[in-house]
């Protein structure tokens, strides 16, 4: 009498599938979302370890009050120590104003590495994420202090996290 009606059998099919769907999407979201979240907290401090070691070498302690852009190539070389031995994609040397002295991408030499959220320029280290030039950075930033406690420079040191498609 009834031909397009749905038995109660399939009705309770449809609603059992229908609950899956649910569960199975809550589960895949909360699970990128963990997994990005791990992701930045250990790559985070992977980036904050380099950028506190080449900060407090000696030897960039020193030099640094007196480095400019172009000016040598000890800098350039310590930071790409660095970055090689930490498998990072970038590591950033700046005068305490925030201006790149030395990258790994040239680049950004002359340009300011300060960012609104960072907390560097206080004296204090500074992990966080930030979109930078299409990308989707995770970033380290820690002071450089000489024997006296006074800020020197900068390091920055980091990693892509997301790269847009051009």
């Known amino acids: ?22 569960v199975l999407t809550g589960v895949v979201v909360v699970s990128t979302t963990q997994a990005t979240n791990n992701f930045e907290q250990e790559e985070g401090r992977r980036s904050l370890a380099a950028a506190e070691s080449l900060a407090a070498n000696p030897l960039m302690r020193i030099m640094l009050p007196g480095a400019e852009p172009e000016m040598g190539s000890a800098l350039p070389a310590m930071a790409e120590s660095v970055r090689s031995t930490s498998g990072l994609q970038f590591v950033t040397v700046a005068d305490p104003q925030g201006e790149v002295i030395t990258s790994s991408f040239p680049d950004d030499v002359g340009t300011s590495i300060l960012h609104p959220q960072s907390q560097v320029i206080e004296g204090r280290g500074w992990t966080g994420d930030i979109w930078r030039n299409g990308n989707h950075v995770l970033i380290a930033q820690v002071p450089v202090l000489d024997d006296e406690g006074i800020m020197v420079g900068i390091v920055s040191a980091g990693q892509n996290i997301l790269q847009r498609k051009r």
Do not use: C
């Open 1 to 22: 009498m009834f031909p397009n009606r749905i038995s109660l059998a399939a009705q309770y099919l449809v609603l059992q599938l229908l609950i899956i769907a649910v």
